[in-house]
């Protein structure tokens, strides 16, 4: 009989084999748009059941670290990106100033822009 701490053992094991195969499937896609249920799906086909959605989600933003970026908005699933590969996902567009959903875009579009522009100093530096 397994004790408690080996099962817990055994079963965060197969939480972090999980969340590794999720990442090198994110990895390998890297030049996609992932929002926050496909990964979930991902996640789950390769036979997560442990964390939710967001934590899945919040997982990644701490393995990859500032070269992964997440936009998010009301009533929207959340979307990740690689942040060399944003700039062709997303685009700066003319705001009517009646439209919650052009500002919205707008105003991912420009935090995009400006991490990009973080990114190229980073690199020089």
Not at 90 to 99: K, M, Y
């Amino acid at each position: 009989m397994k004790s408690a701490s080996a099962a817990s053992s055994s079963s965060q094991e197969e939480v972090d084999v999980t969340f590794e195969t999720t990442v090198n499937a994110v990895r390998a896609e890297s030049s996609r748009v992932w929002n926050s249920i496909e990964l979930y799906d991902l996640y789950q086909s390769n036979g997560g059941r442990d964390i939710s959605r967001r934590t899945l989600v919040t997982k990644l933003l701490e393995y990859f670290g500032s070269v992964l970026r997440m936009q998010s908005g009301t009533a929207v699933t959340s979307v990740l990106v690689f942040r060399s590969k944003a700039s062709s996902f997303f685009r700066l567009v003319a705001s009517s100033g009646e439209d919650d959903v052009e500002i919205g875009l707008e105003t991912v579009a420009l935090q995009i822009v400006s991490d990009l522009k973080e990114s190229v100093v980073d690199d020089n530096n």
